[in-house]
């Protein structure tokens, strides 16, 4: 067990250190973004590539499948969080703090145990999750969760072991379920993208626009063809004033003076 541990708490020994001659405001800055900082800007990597999807993929499938993935991301780490449960129960690792001392603890009131760091493994799932829809934006988002994960040992609470197995929990469970989860989310996806109330949370592009414009062309020009003169009623008739119901034969009145004149 010392063997394990040594150079897991040497590393953690050296980034807890730069905490302790770090200014303040530089403690704060890692403090919050260790504790939701990196969780936001995920959900905002999120929101950015659900945008890219909806106005620019040019064939409604690609949506749904992309929308399907970004359904799949925050599913992800909601069970890969459930799935660390029974991990931290059977291992029981304490929190470095607690068996080590001279650390620069930056967050109190961690009494749990320490393996594997549940925000590591929130981070490394929606960063993946987001990597499968949107590659440059999943490459931001695990940076990003690699960011989270030192901070962790920045901040005293973490061993850098629990973050290597917390991102690496995230990213499993992200990878490895996602087939089946797609599987099972992609028809919901594509009833969404059929609706004209839900269709546009789903896919939004060029081809969708045009096809709502034809769509609403349609009715008018057939108004337009009804109202046309000349154009056939419903009994099939003409309207227009050439038709042959407009002729209307002779008067039948008295006859003329030259008629008399013959008859005498």
Do not use: C
């Not at 909806?54 to 949506?63: F, I, L, S, T, W």
């Not at 993935?69 to 992800?76: F, H, I, K, M, V």
């Not at 960011?147 to 973490?158: N, P």
């Not at 002729?247 to 008629?259: F, H, I, K, T």
């Amino acid at each position: 067990m010392a063997v394990w541990d040594d150079p897991d708490v040497d590393l953690l020994y050296e980034i807890n250190g730069v905490a302790e001659s770090a200014p303040a405001w530089a403690d704060r800055t890692m403090a919050a973004a260790g504790e939701y900082g990196v969780v936001i800007g995920l959900a905002l990597l999120m929101v950015l590539a659900w945008w890219r999807i909806v106005r620019r993929k040019a064939r409604r499938e690609d949506a749904v499948a992309g929308f399907a993935g970004l359904l799949w991301t925050p599913l992800a780490a909601g069970i890969a969080l459930l799935v660390n449960i029974p991990i931290r129960g059977l291992v029981e690792r304490p929190r470095p703090f607690v068996e080590h001392k001279g650390l620069d603890v930056l967050v109190e009131g961690k009494g749990d145990y320490s393996f594997v760091s549940d925000h590591s493994t929130l981070a490394m799932a929606l960063a993946v999750g987001v990597f499968m829809v949107h590659r440059r934006y999943g490459l931001v988002g695990i940076l990003l969760a690699v960011l989270a994960g030192v901070s962790r040992v920045y901040m005293g609470v973490h061993y850098p072991t629990d973050v290597v197995g917390g991102l690496a929990l995230g990213a499993a469970v992200a990878l490895l379920l996602a087939p089946p989860a797609t599987w099972v989310l992609t028809p919901l996806v594509r009833s969404l993208a059929g609706s004209p109330r839900t269709g546009a949370l789903v896919w939004a592009g060029a081809s969708r626009r045009r096809e709502r414009t034809s769509a609403k062309a349609l009715p008018e020009e057939a108004a337009e063809a009804d109202a046309e003169p000349g154009a056939p009623n419903a009994s099939g008739t003409g309207t227009g004033s050439d038709s042959g119901s407009d002729v209307q034969p002779p008067p039948r009145g008295r006859g003329s003076r030259n008629d008399r004149d013959l008859a005498a």
